[in-house]
């Protein structure tokens, strides 16, 4: 009961920090104009996100200081979320301000990837029945990953509500592994209330968004969800592949739109609208102003309906084959290309990295 408390107070807070933080963002001049890369149509406050940010971090320190039983048994990850968490959210809250270098952003990410997998380890990966990676060099590997994952979330933070649902739905859906699972409860219980965090943030994003997120906070989301999946996949009955499937729908977005970018000879640091959930989302924009929509209201309406399906093939789709990961880890790896599959397919047929 005292949790369900907690969570319920996480996401008032969350929601009236973000309020507050709307206001800031206007009075500073915070803002996102629309260009012709943008998928909004007016100048909208951003950094947003910076809320469950910080309340998520201060709860953290508060167990870490006065109450550490409540992180008994999990006090690495405690700690790297707090500092490489908290480092990834500091370099994202300056670029909110003023234009950082991306090899100063790259070095931040790159410290904060490092203690993770320095102080959390590495879990063991399968490739099938035969074998199993394991070993420190692993790590070598996971520094990179971690890197691109808090990038992709960037990347993927575009229209109205999509990192955060998204978000929401990947914890959740892990917690209910670990749940079913019977296995690691109190960090179900750390995993929740992130969600309750992003949850008063989505209040004011949700489309037509109030605020949007900025880079400290897609950054830390991004960084949190790759430090959640190794801490589990490590310790807790909950397998990599799991993560990785449930991560499907960014993964395979990001990562099949920058290497078609890189084909066709573009610089692909440079800002674009070619993903596949932004095509989507001018399509049905387009299909709704047809319709005899208003301007605003259809991009709303085109927005909710991308993120809204994007849910829909995270619980149909990518939920259950991340439980048969955990429950089959053999055979993860095969279901995670299974899983990619229709998402490559989808990305193909919508043009994502070309100028649809």
Same mark, same amino acid.
């Given at each position: 009961?005292?949790?369900?408390?907690?969570?319920? &107070?996480?996401?008032?807070?969350?929601? %009236? !920090?973000? *309020? =507050? @933080?709307?206001? +800031?963002?206007?009075?500073? #001049?915070?803002?996102?104009?629309?260009?012709?890369?943008?998928?909004?149509?007016?100048?909208?406050?951003?950094?947003?996100?910076?809320?469950?940010?910080?309340?998520?971090?201060?709860?953290?320190?508060?167990?870490?200081?006065?109450?550490?039983?409540?992180?008994?048994?999990?006090?690495?990850?405690?700690?790297?979320?707090?500092?490489?968490?908290?480092?990834?959210?500091?370099?994202?809250?300056?670029?909110?301000?003023?234009?950082?270098?991306?090899?100063?952003?790259?070095?931040?990410?790159?410290?904060?990837?490092?203690?993770?997998?320095?102080?959390?380890?590495?879990?063991?990966?399968?490739?099938?029945?035969?074998?199993?990676?394991?070993?420190?060099? &692993?790590?070598?590997?996971?520094?990179? %990953? !971690?890197? *691109? =994952? @808090?990038?992709? +979330?960037?990347?993927?933070? #575009?229209?109205?509500?999509?990192?955060?649902?998204?978000?929401?739905?990947?914890?959740?859906?892990?917690?209910?592994?670990?749940?079913?699972?019977?296995?690691?409860?109190?960090?179900?219980?750390?995993?929740?209330?992130?969600?309750?965090?992003?949850?008063?943030?989505?209040?004011?994003?949700?489309?037509?968004?109030?605020?949007?997120?900025?880079?400290?906070?897609?950054?830390?989301?991004?960084?949190?969800?790759?430090?959640?999946?190794?801490?589990?996949?490590?310790?807790?009955?909950?397998?990599?592949?799991?993560?990785?499937?449930?991560?499907?729908?960014?993964?395979?977005?990001?990562?099949?739109?920058?290497?078609?970018?890189?084909?066709?000879?573009?610089?692909?640091?440079?800002?674009?609208?070619?993903?596949?959930?932004?095509?989507?989302?001018?399509?049905?924009?387009?299909?709704?102003?047809?319709?005899?929509?208003?301007?605003?209201?259809?991009?709303?309406?085109?927005?909710?309906?991308?993120?809204?399906?994007?849910?829909?093939?995270?619980?149909?789709?990518?939920?259950?084959?991340?439980?048969?990961?955990?429950?089959?880890?053999?055979?993860?790896?095969?279901?995670?290309?299974?899983?990619?599959?229709?998402?490559?397919?989808?990305?193909?047929?919508?043009?994502?990295?070309?100028?649809?």
């Amino acid at each position: 009961m005292q949790w369900i408390h907690l969570g319920g &107070l996480t996401l008032i807070l969350s929601a %009236l !920090l973000t *309020w =507050l @933080l709307r206001h +800031y963002a206007l009075q500073r #001049g915070l803002m996102d104009n629309p260009n012709a890369r943008s998928s909004h149509l007016m100048a909208t406050p951003r950094g947003g996100g910076l809320a469950f940010v910080l309340i998520y971090l201060g709860l953290l320190l508060w167990s870490t200081l006065f109450d550490p039983a409540q992180l008994q048994g999990i006090e690495p990850l405690a700690w790297v979320l707090l500092i490489g968490g908290g480092l990834v959210a500091l370099i994202g809250f300056i670029d909110d301000h003023r234009d950082l270098s991306a090899r100063l952003r790259f070095m931040v990410h790159l410290l904060a990837a490092i203690l993770a997998v320095g102080l959390i380890g590495t879990p063991a990966v399968s490739f099938g029945p035969w074998l199993t990676a394991e070993g420190w060099w &692993l790590g070598i590997l996971f520094v990179p %990953l !971690l890197v *691109w =994952l @808090l990038n992709l +979330y960037n990347f993927m933070d #575009g229209i109205d509500g999509i990192a955060s649902l998204q978000a929401i739905s990947v914890l959740c859906s892990a917690s209910l592994i670990l749940l079913l699972n019977h296995s690691g409860s109190l960090i179900v219980l750390w995993q929740i209330l992130l969600c309750c965090g992003v949850a008063g943030f989505l209040v004011w994003n949700w489309p037509p968004a109030k605020i949007f997120m900025g880079d400290a906070a897609s950054g830390f989301l991004g960084f949190s969800l790759g430090v959640f999946a190794c801490f589990t996949a490590l310790h807790f009955e909950i397998d990599f592949w799991s993560w990785v499937i449930l991560l499907g729908l960014f993964v395979v977005d990001a990562s099949w739109t920058l290497v078609r970018r890189m084909l066709n000879g573009e610089q692909w640091y440079r800002p674009h609208a070619k993903h596949a959930y932004q095509i989507l989302a001018r399509q049905r924009l387009a299909r709704f102003q047809a319709e005899g929509l208003s301007a605003e209201k259809a991009r709303a309406k085109a927005h909710r309906w991308v993120v809204l399906t994007g849910l829909l093939i995270n619980l149909g789709w990518l939920t259950p084959l991340a439980w048969l990961a955990s429950e089959y880890s053999a055979w993860g790896a095969v279901l995670a290309v299974l899983a990619y599959l229709p998402l490559t397919y989808l990305e193909w047929q919508v043009g994502a990295g070309t100028d649809r």
